[in-house]
């Protein structure tokens, strides 16, 4: 039997094995140019707190840019519906050996550039009120600034989705570096404008519109090269033709999902605006060093992975997607679960040397945002295993089941939001830990649907290692604990000579009991026989 072009019959024993550095050493690399381009925006936030701090100016620049960074991270950044939908499509077509006259790359950025230029036009005209929706208890200063910046940042839209068309062709073609460096022009043009003009909020707008469009012309015509004189046509195929219908078919639920998932972020910033000034910048601000770890992990494994899994889906190879699945979640729980546990033993002096100068330090930004770090902490792992068994339902062709999944995250958020903010008055720290059980809740259902779609998700190969892999994270934080109470010397160098001693300390151990533990050993045998799913 099938199942969204997955054969579920029994798995040929003599399948040849997946090696784990066919994988690993693929996402190492692009781990390398993401943590690169990371970098940047990491310079950028530190140049943002310093110009604006944890304050008024920085909120209504969060309030305006939820859509933007919609269209420009969740949907056209790498990963994302446009990326994803483009390199399935471009890769089910080259599995199937099939002739196509016209240009899929030209059609699918012709029918997205028409609906969002349609929607950018609307945001356009409703920026007033959507700032009002999103954050009904922010000062009136604050909405009508957030306003002006959203309608500079209007065009993101259409670009956003332009870029993940682009970054889908370049991964297809096997060229990583353009679509995860390109992300560091936009970092630069920000940075640059608010430099210019450090006393005038609206440079963080047009920074963000001038550096999505450089960002669009770096990776376009180098993507479009690799692509071949097919893709260069000026001609589009017909949208009728079965590649097309196959990219819609996964795109447009991918795209709902993902705006299911945006609404939990416009519910999020909807409670922050009730914690009083500054809760959404510190949100901010938290969310970026989060991110920072943990959007390189899941960027660098997912580009090289998801290729996998859906060529292995289009030939209806059972033992291979299983395998490479059980590589991805190894290589999750390897690195996902020592990060965890350390940025959230760190989260002090963490925030406190990136951030803590200028108006960060007047507006007291430390005290609100680490302890919302390292709440956020608490579901790292569930948050990037989620995001690749969702890329497993995307290989097998299947953009539904993520979809009516997120649609119960969006009630569940809304509800825990409420009860947070309003009965137990946590504030920002409430909205925090909403997020985390979300977030777990979220993955949890994934997980049930995929096992259900697959009759098993075949992880008996994965238990040792992740089991492991917390022992050891949980050995280090100890350590990084015990160090952390030494007197430490004040200040900037004293913050960095901490963050050394203690990054060093956990990351021994870590390694330590990993070799102890023979870890290594495991991932051999593993390979040995061919990876062979058990449970």
């Not at 199937?96 to 969002?116: F, N």
């Not at 395998?323 to 979640?329: A, D, E, F, Q």
């Not at 190969?461 to 992740?466: E, G, T």
């Amino acid at each position: 039997m099938k199942l969204a072009g997955v054969n579920v019959a029994a798995a040929d024993p003599g399948a040849p094995p997946i090696r784990a550095r066919t994988v690993a050493g693929i996402a190492g690399i692009v781990a390398i140019l993401i943590l690169l381009a990371k970098s940047f925006g990491f310079v950028r936030e530190i140049v943002i707190a310093g110009a604006f701090g944890a304050g008024w100016e920085r909120d209504a620049y969060n309030l305006a840019y939820q859509i933007p960074a919609y269209a420009l991270i969740l949907l056209g950044g790498l990963n994302g519906p446009f990326h994803s939908a483009t390199l399935a499509a471009l890769t089910r077509l080259k599995e199937s050996g099939r002739e196509i006259k016209g240009s899929p790359v030209l059609t699918i950025m012709l029918l997205t550039g028409a609906v969002m230029a349609s929607v950018a036009a609307l945001v356009y005209v409703f920026a007033a009120p959507i700032v009002m929706l999103q954050g009904p208890w922010a000062a009136a200063q604050t909405q009508a600034l957030a306003t002006s910046q959203l309608r500079y940042m209007v065009p993101v839209l259409l670009v956003g989705a332009w870029i993940g068309v682009l970054c889908g062709v370049s991964t297809h073609h096997g060229r990583f570096a353009l679509p995860t460096l390109s992300p560091a022009v936009s970092s630069l043009a920000i940075i640059g404008f608010v430099l210019w003009r450090p006393d005038d909020p609206l440079m963080l707008a047009v920074g963000t519109t001038v550096g999505a469009i450089l960002q669009l012309l770096l990776q376009g015509f180098p993507a479009m090269w690799a692509a071949g004189p097919r893709a260069l046509a000026i001609r589009p195929c017909s949208p009728a033709d079965p590649a097309i219908r196959e990219a819609g078919a996964l795109l447009w639920p991918a795209v709902l999902a993902s705006t299911i998932g945006q609404v939990n972020v416009f519910v999020g910033t909807f409670f922050l605006s009730k914690a009083g000034e500054g809760a959404i910048a510190a949100w901010g601000y938290a969310n970026i060093v989060y991110q920072l770890p943990l959007g390189t992990l899941l960027a660098a494994l997912l580009v090289p992975l998801f290729p996998r899994l859906t060529a292995a889906a289009a030939r209806d190879d059972r033992a291979a997607l299983f395998n490479h699945l059980n590589r991805g979640v190894q290589l999750v729980g390897l690195v996902a679960i020592p990060l965890a546990v350390g940025v959230a033993v760190a989260a002090v002096p963490l925030v406190r040397v990136a951030f803590e100068r200028g108006r960060f330090a007047e507006t007291g930004g430390t005290a609100l945002t680490a302890p919302v770090l390292a709440i956020l902490c608490t579901g790292m792992i569930g948050y990037a295993l989620r995001d690749l068994f969702v890329r497993v339902f995307y290989a097998v062709n299947d953009a539904q089941t993520p979809m009516r999944v997120m649609l119960v995250s969006l009630a569940l958020n809304v509800v825990l939001n409420a009860l947070f903010m309003f009965y137990f008055k946590l504030g920002l720290q409430g909205i925090a830990w909403s997020t985390v059980i979300v977030t777990w809740l979220n993955f949890g259902q994934i997980a049930w649907a995929l096992r259900a779609k697959l009759g098993t998700l075949g992880l008996g190969p994965s238990w040792p290692i992740l089991v492991r892999a917390l022992g050891a994270a949980l050995c280090a934080g100890g350590v990084m604990i015990y160090l952390m109470r030494i007197r430490w010397p004040g200040g900037f160098l004293g913050g960095v000579l901490e963050l050394a001693a203690v990054g060093a300390g956990g990351a021994a151990t870590y390694g330590g009991v990993l070799l102890a533990l023979r870890v290594g050993r495991i991932l051999k045998g593993q390979e040995a026989i061919g990876g062979t799913p058990r449970e």
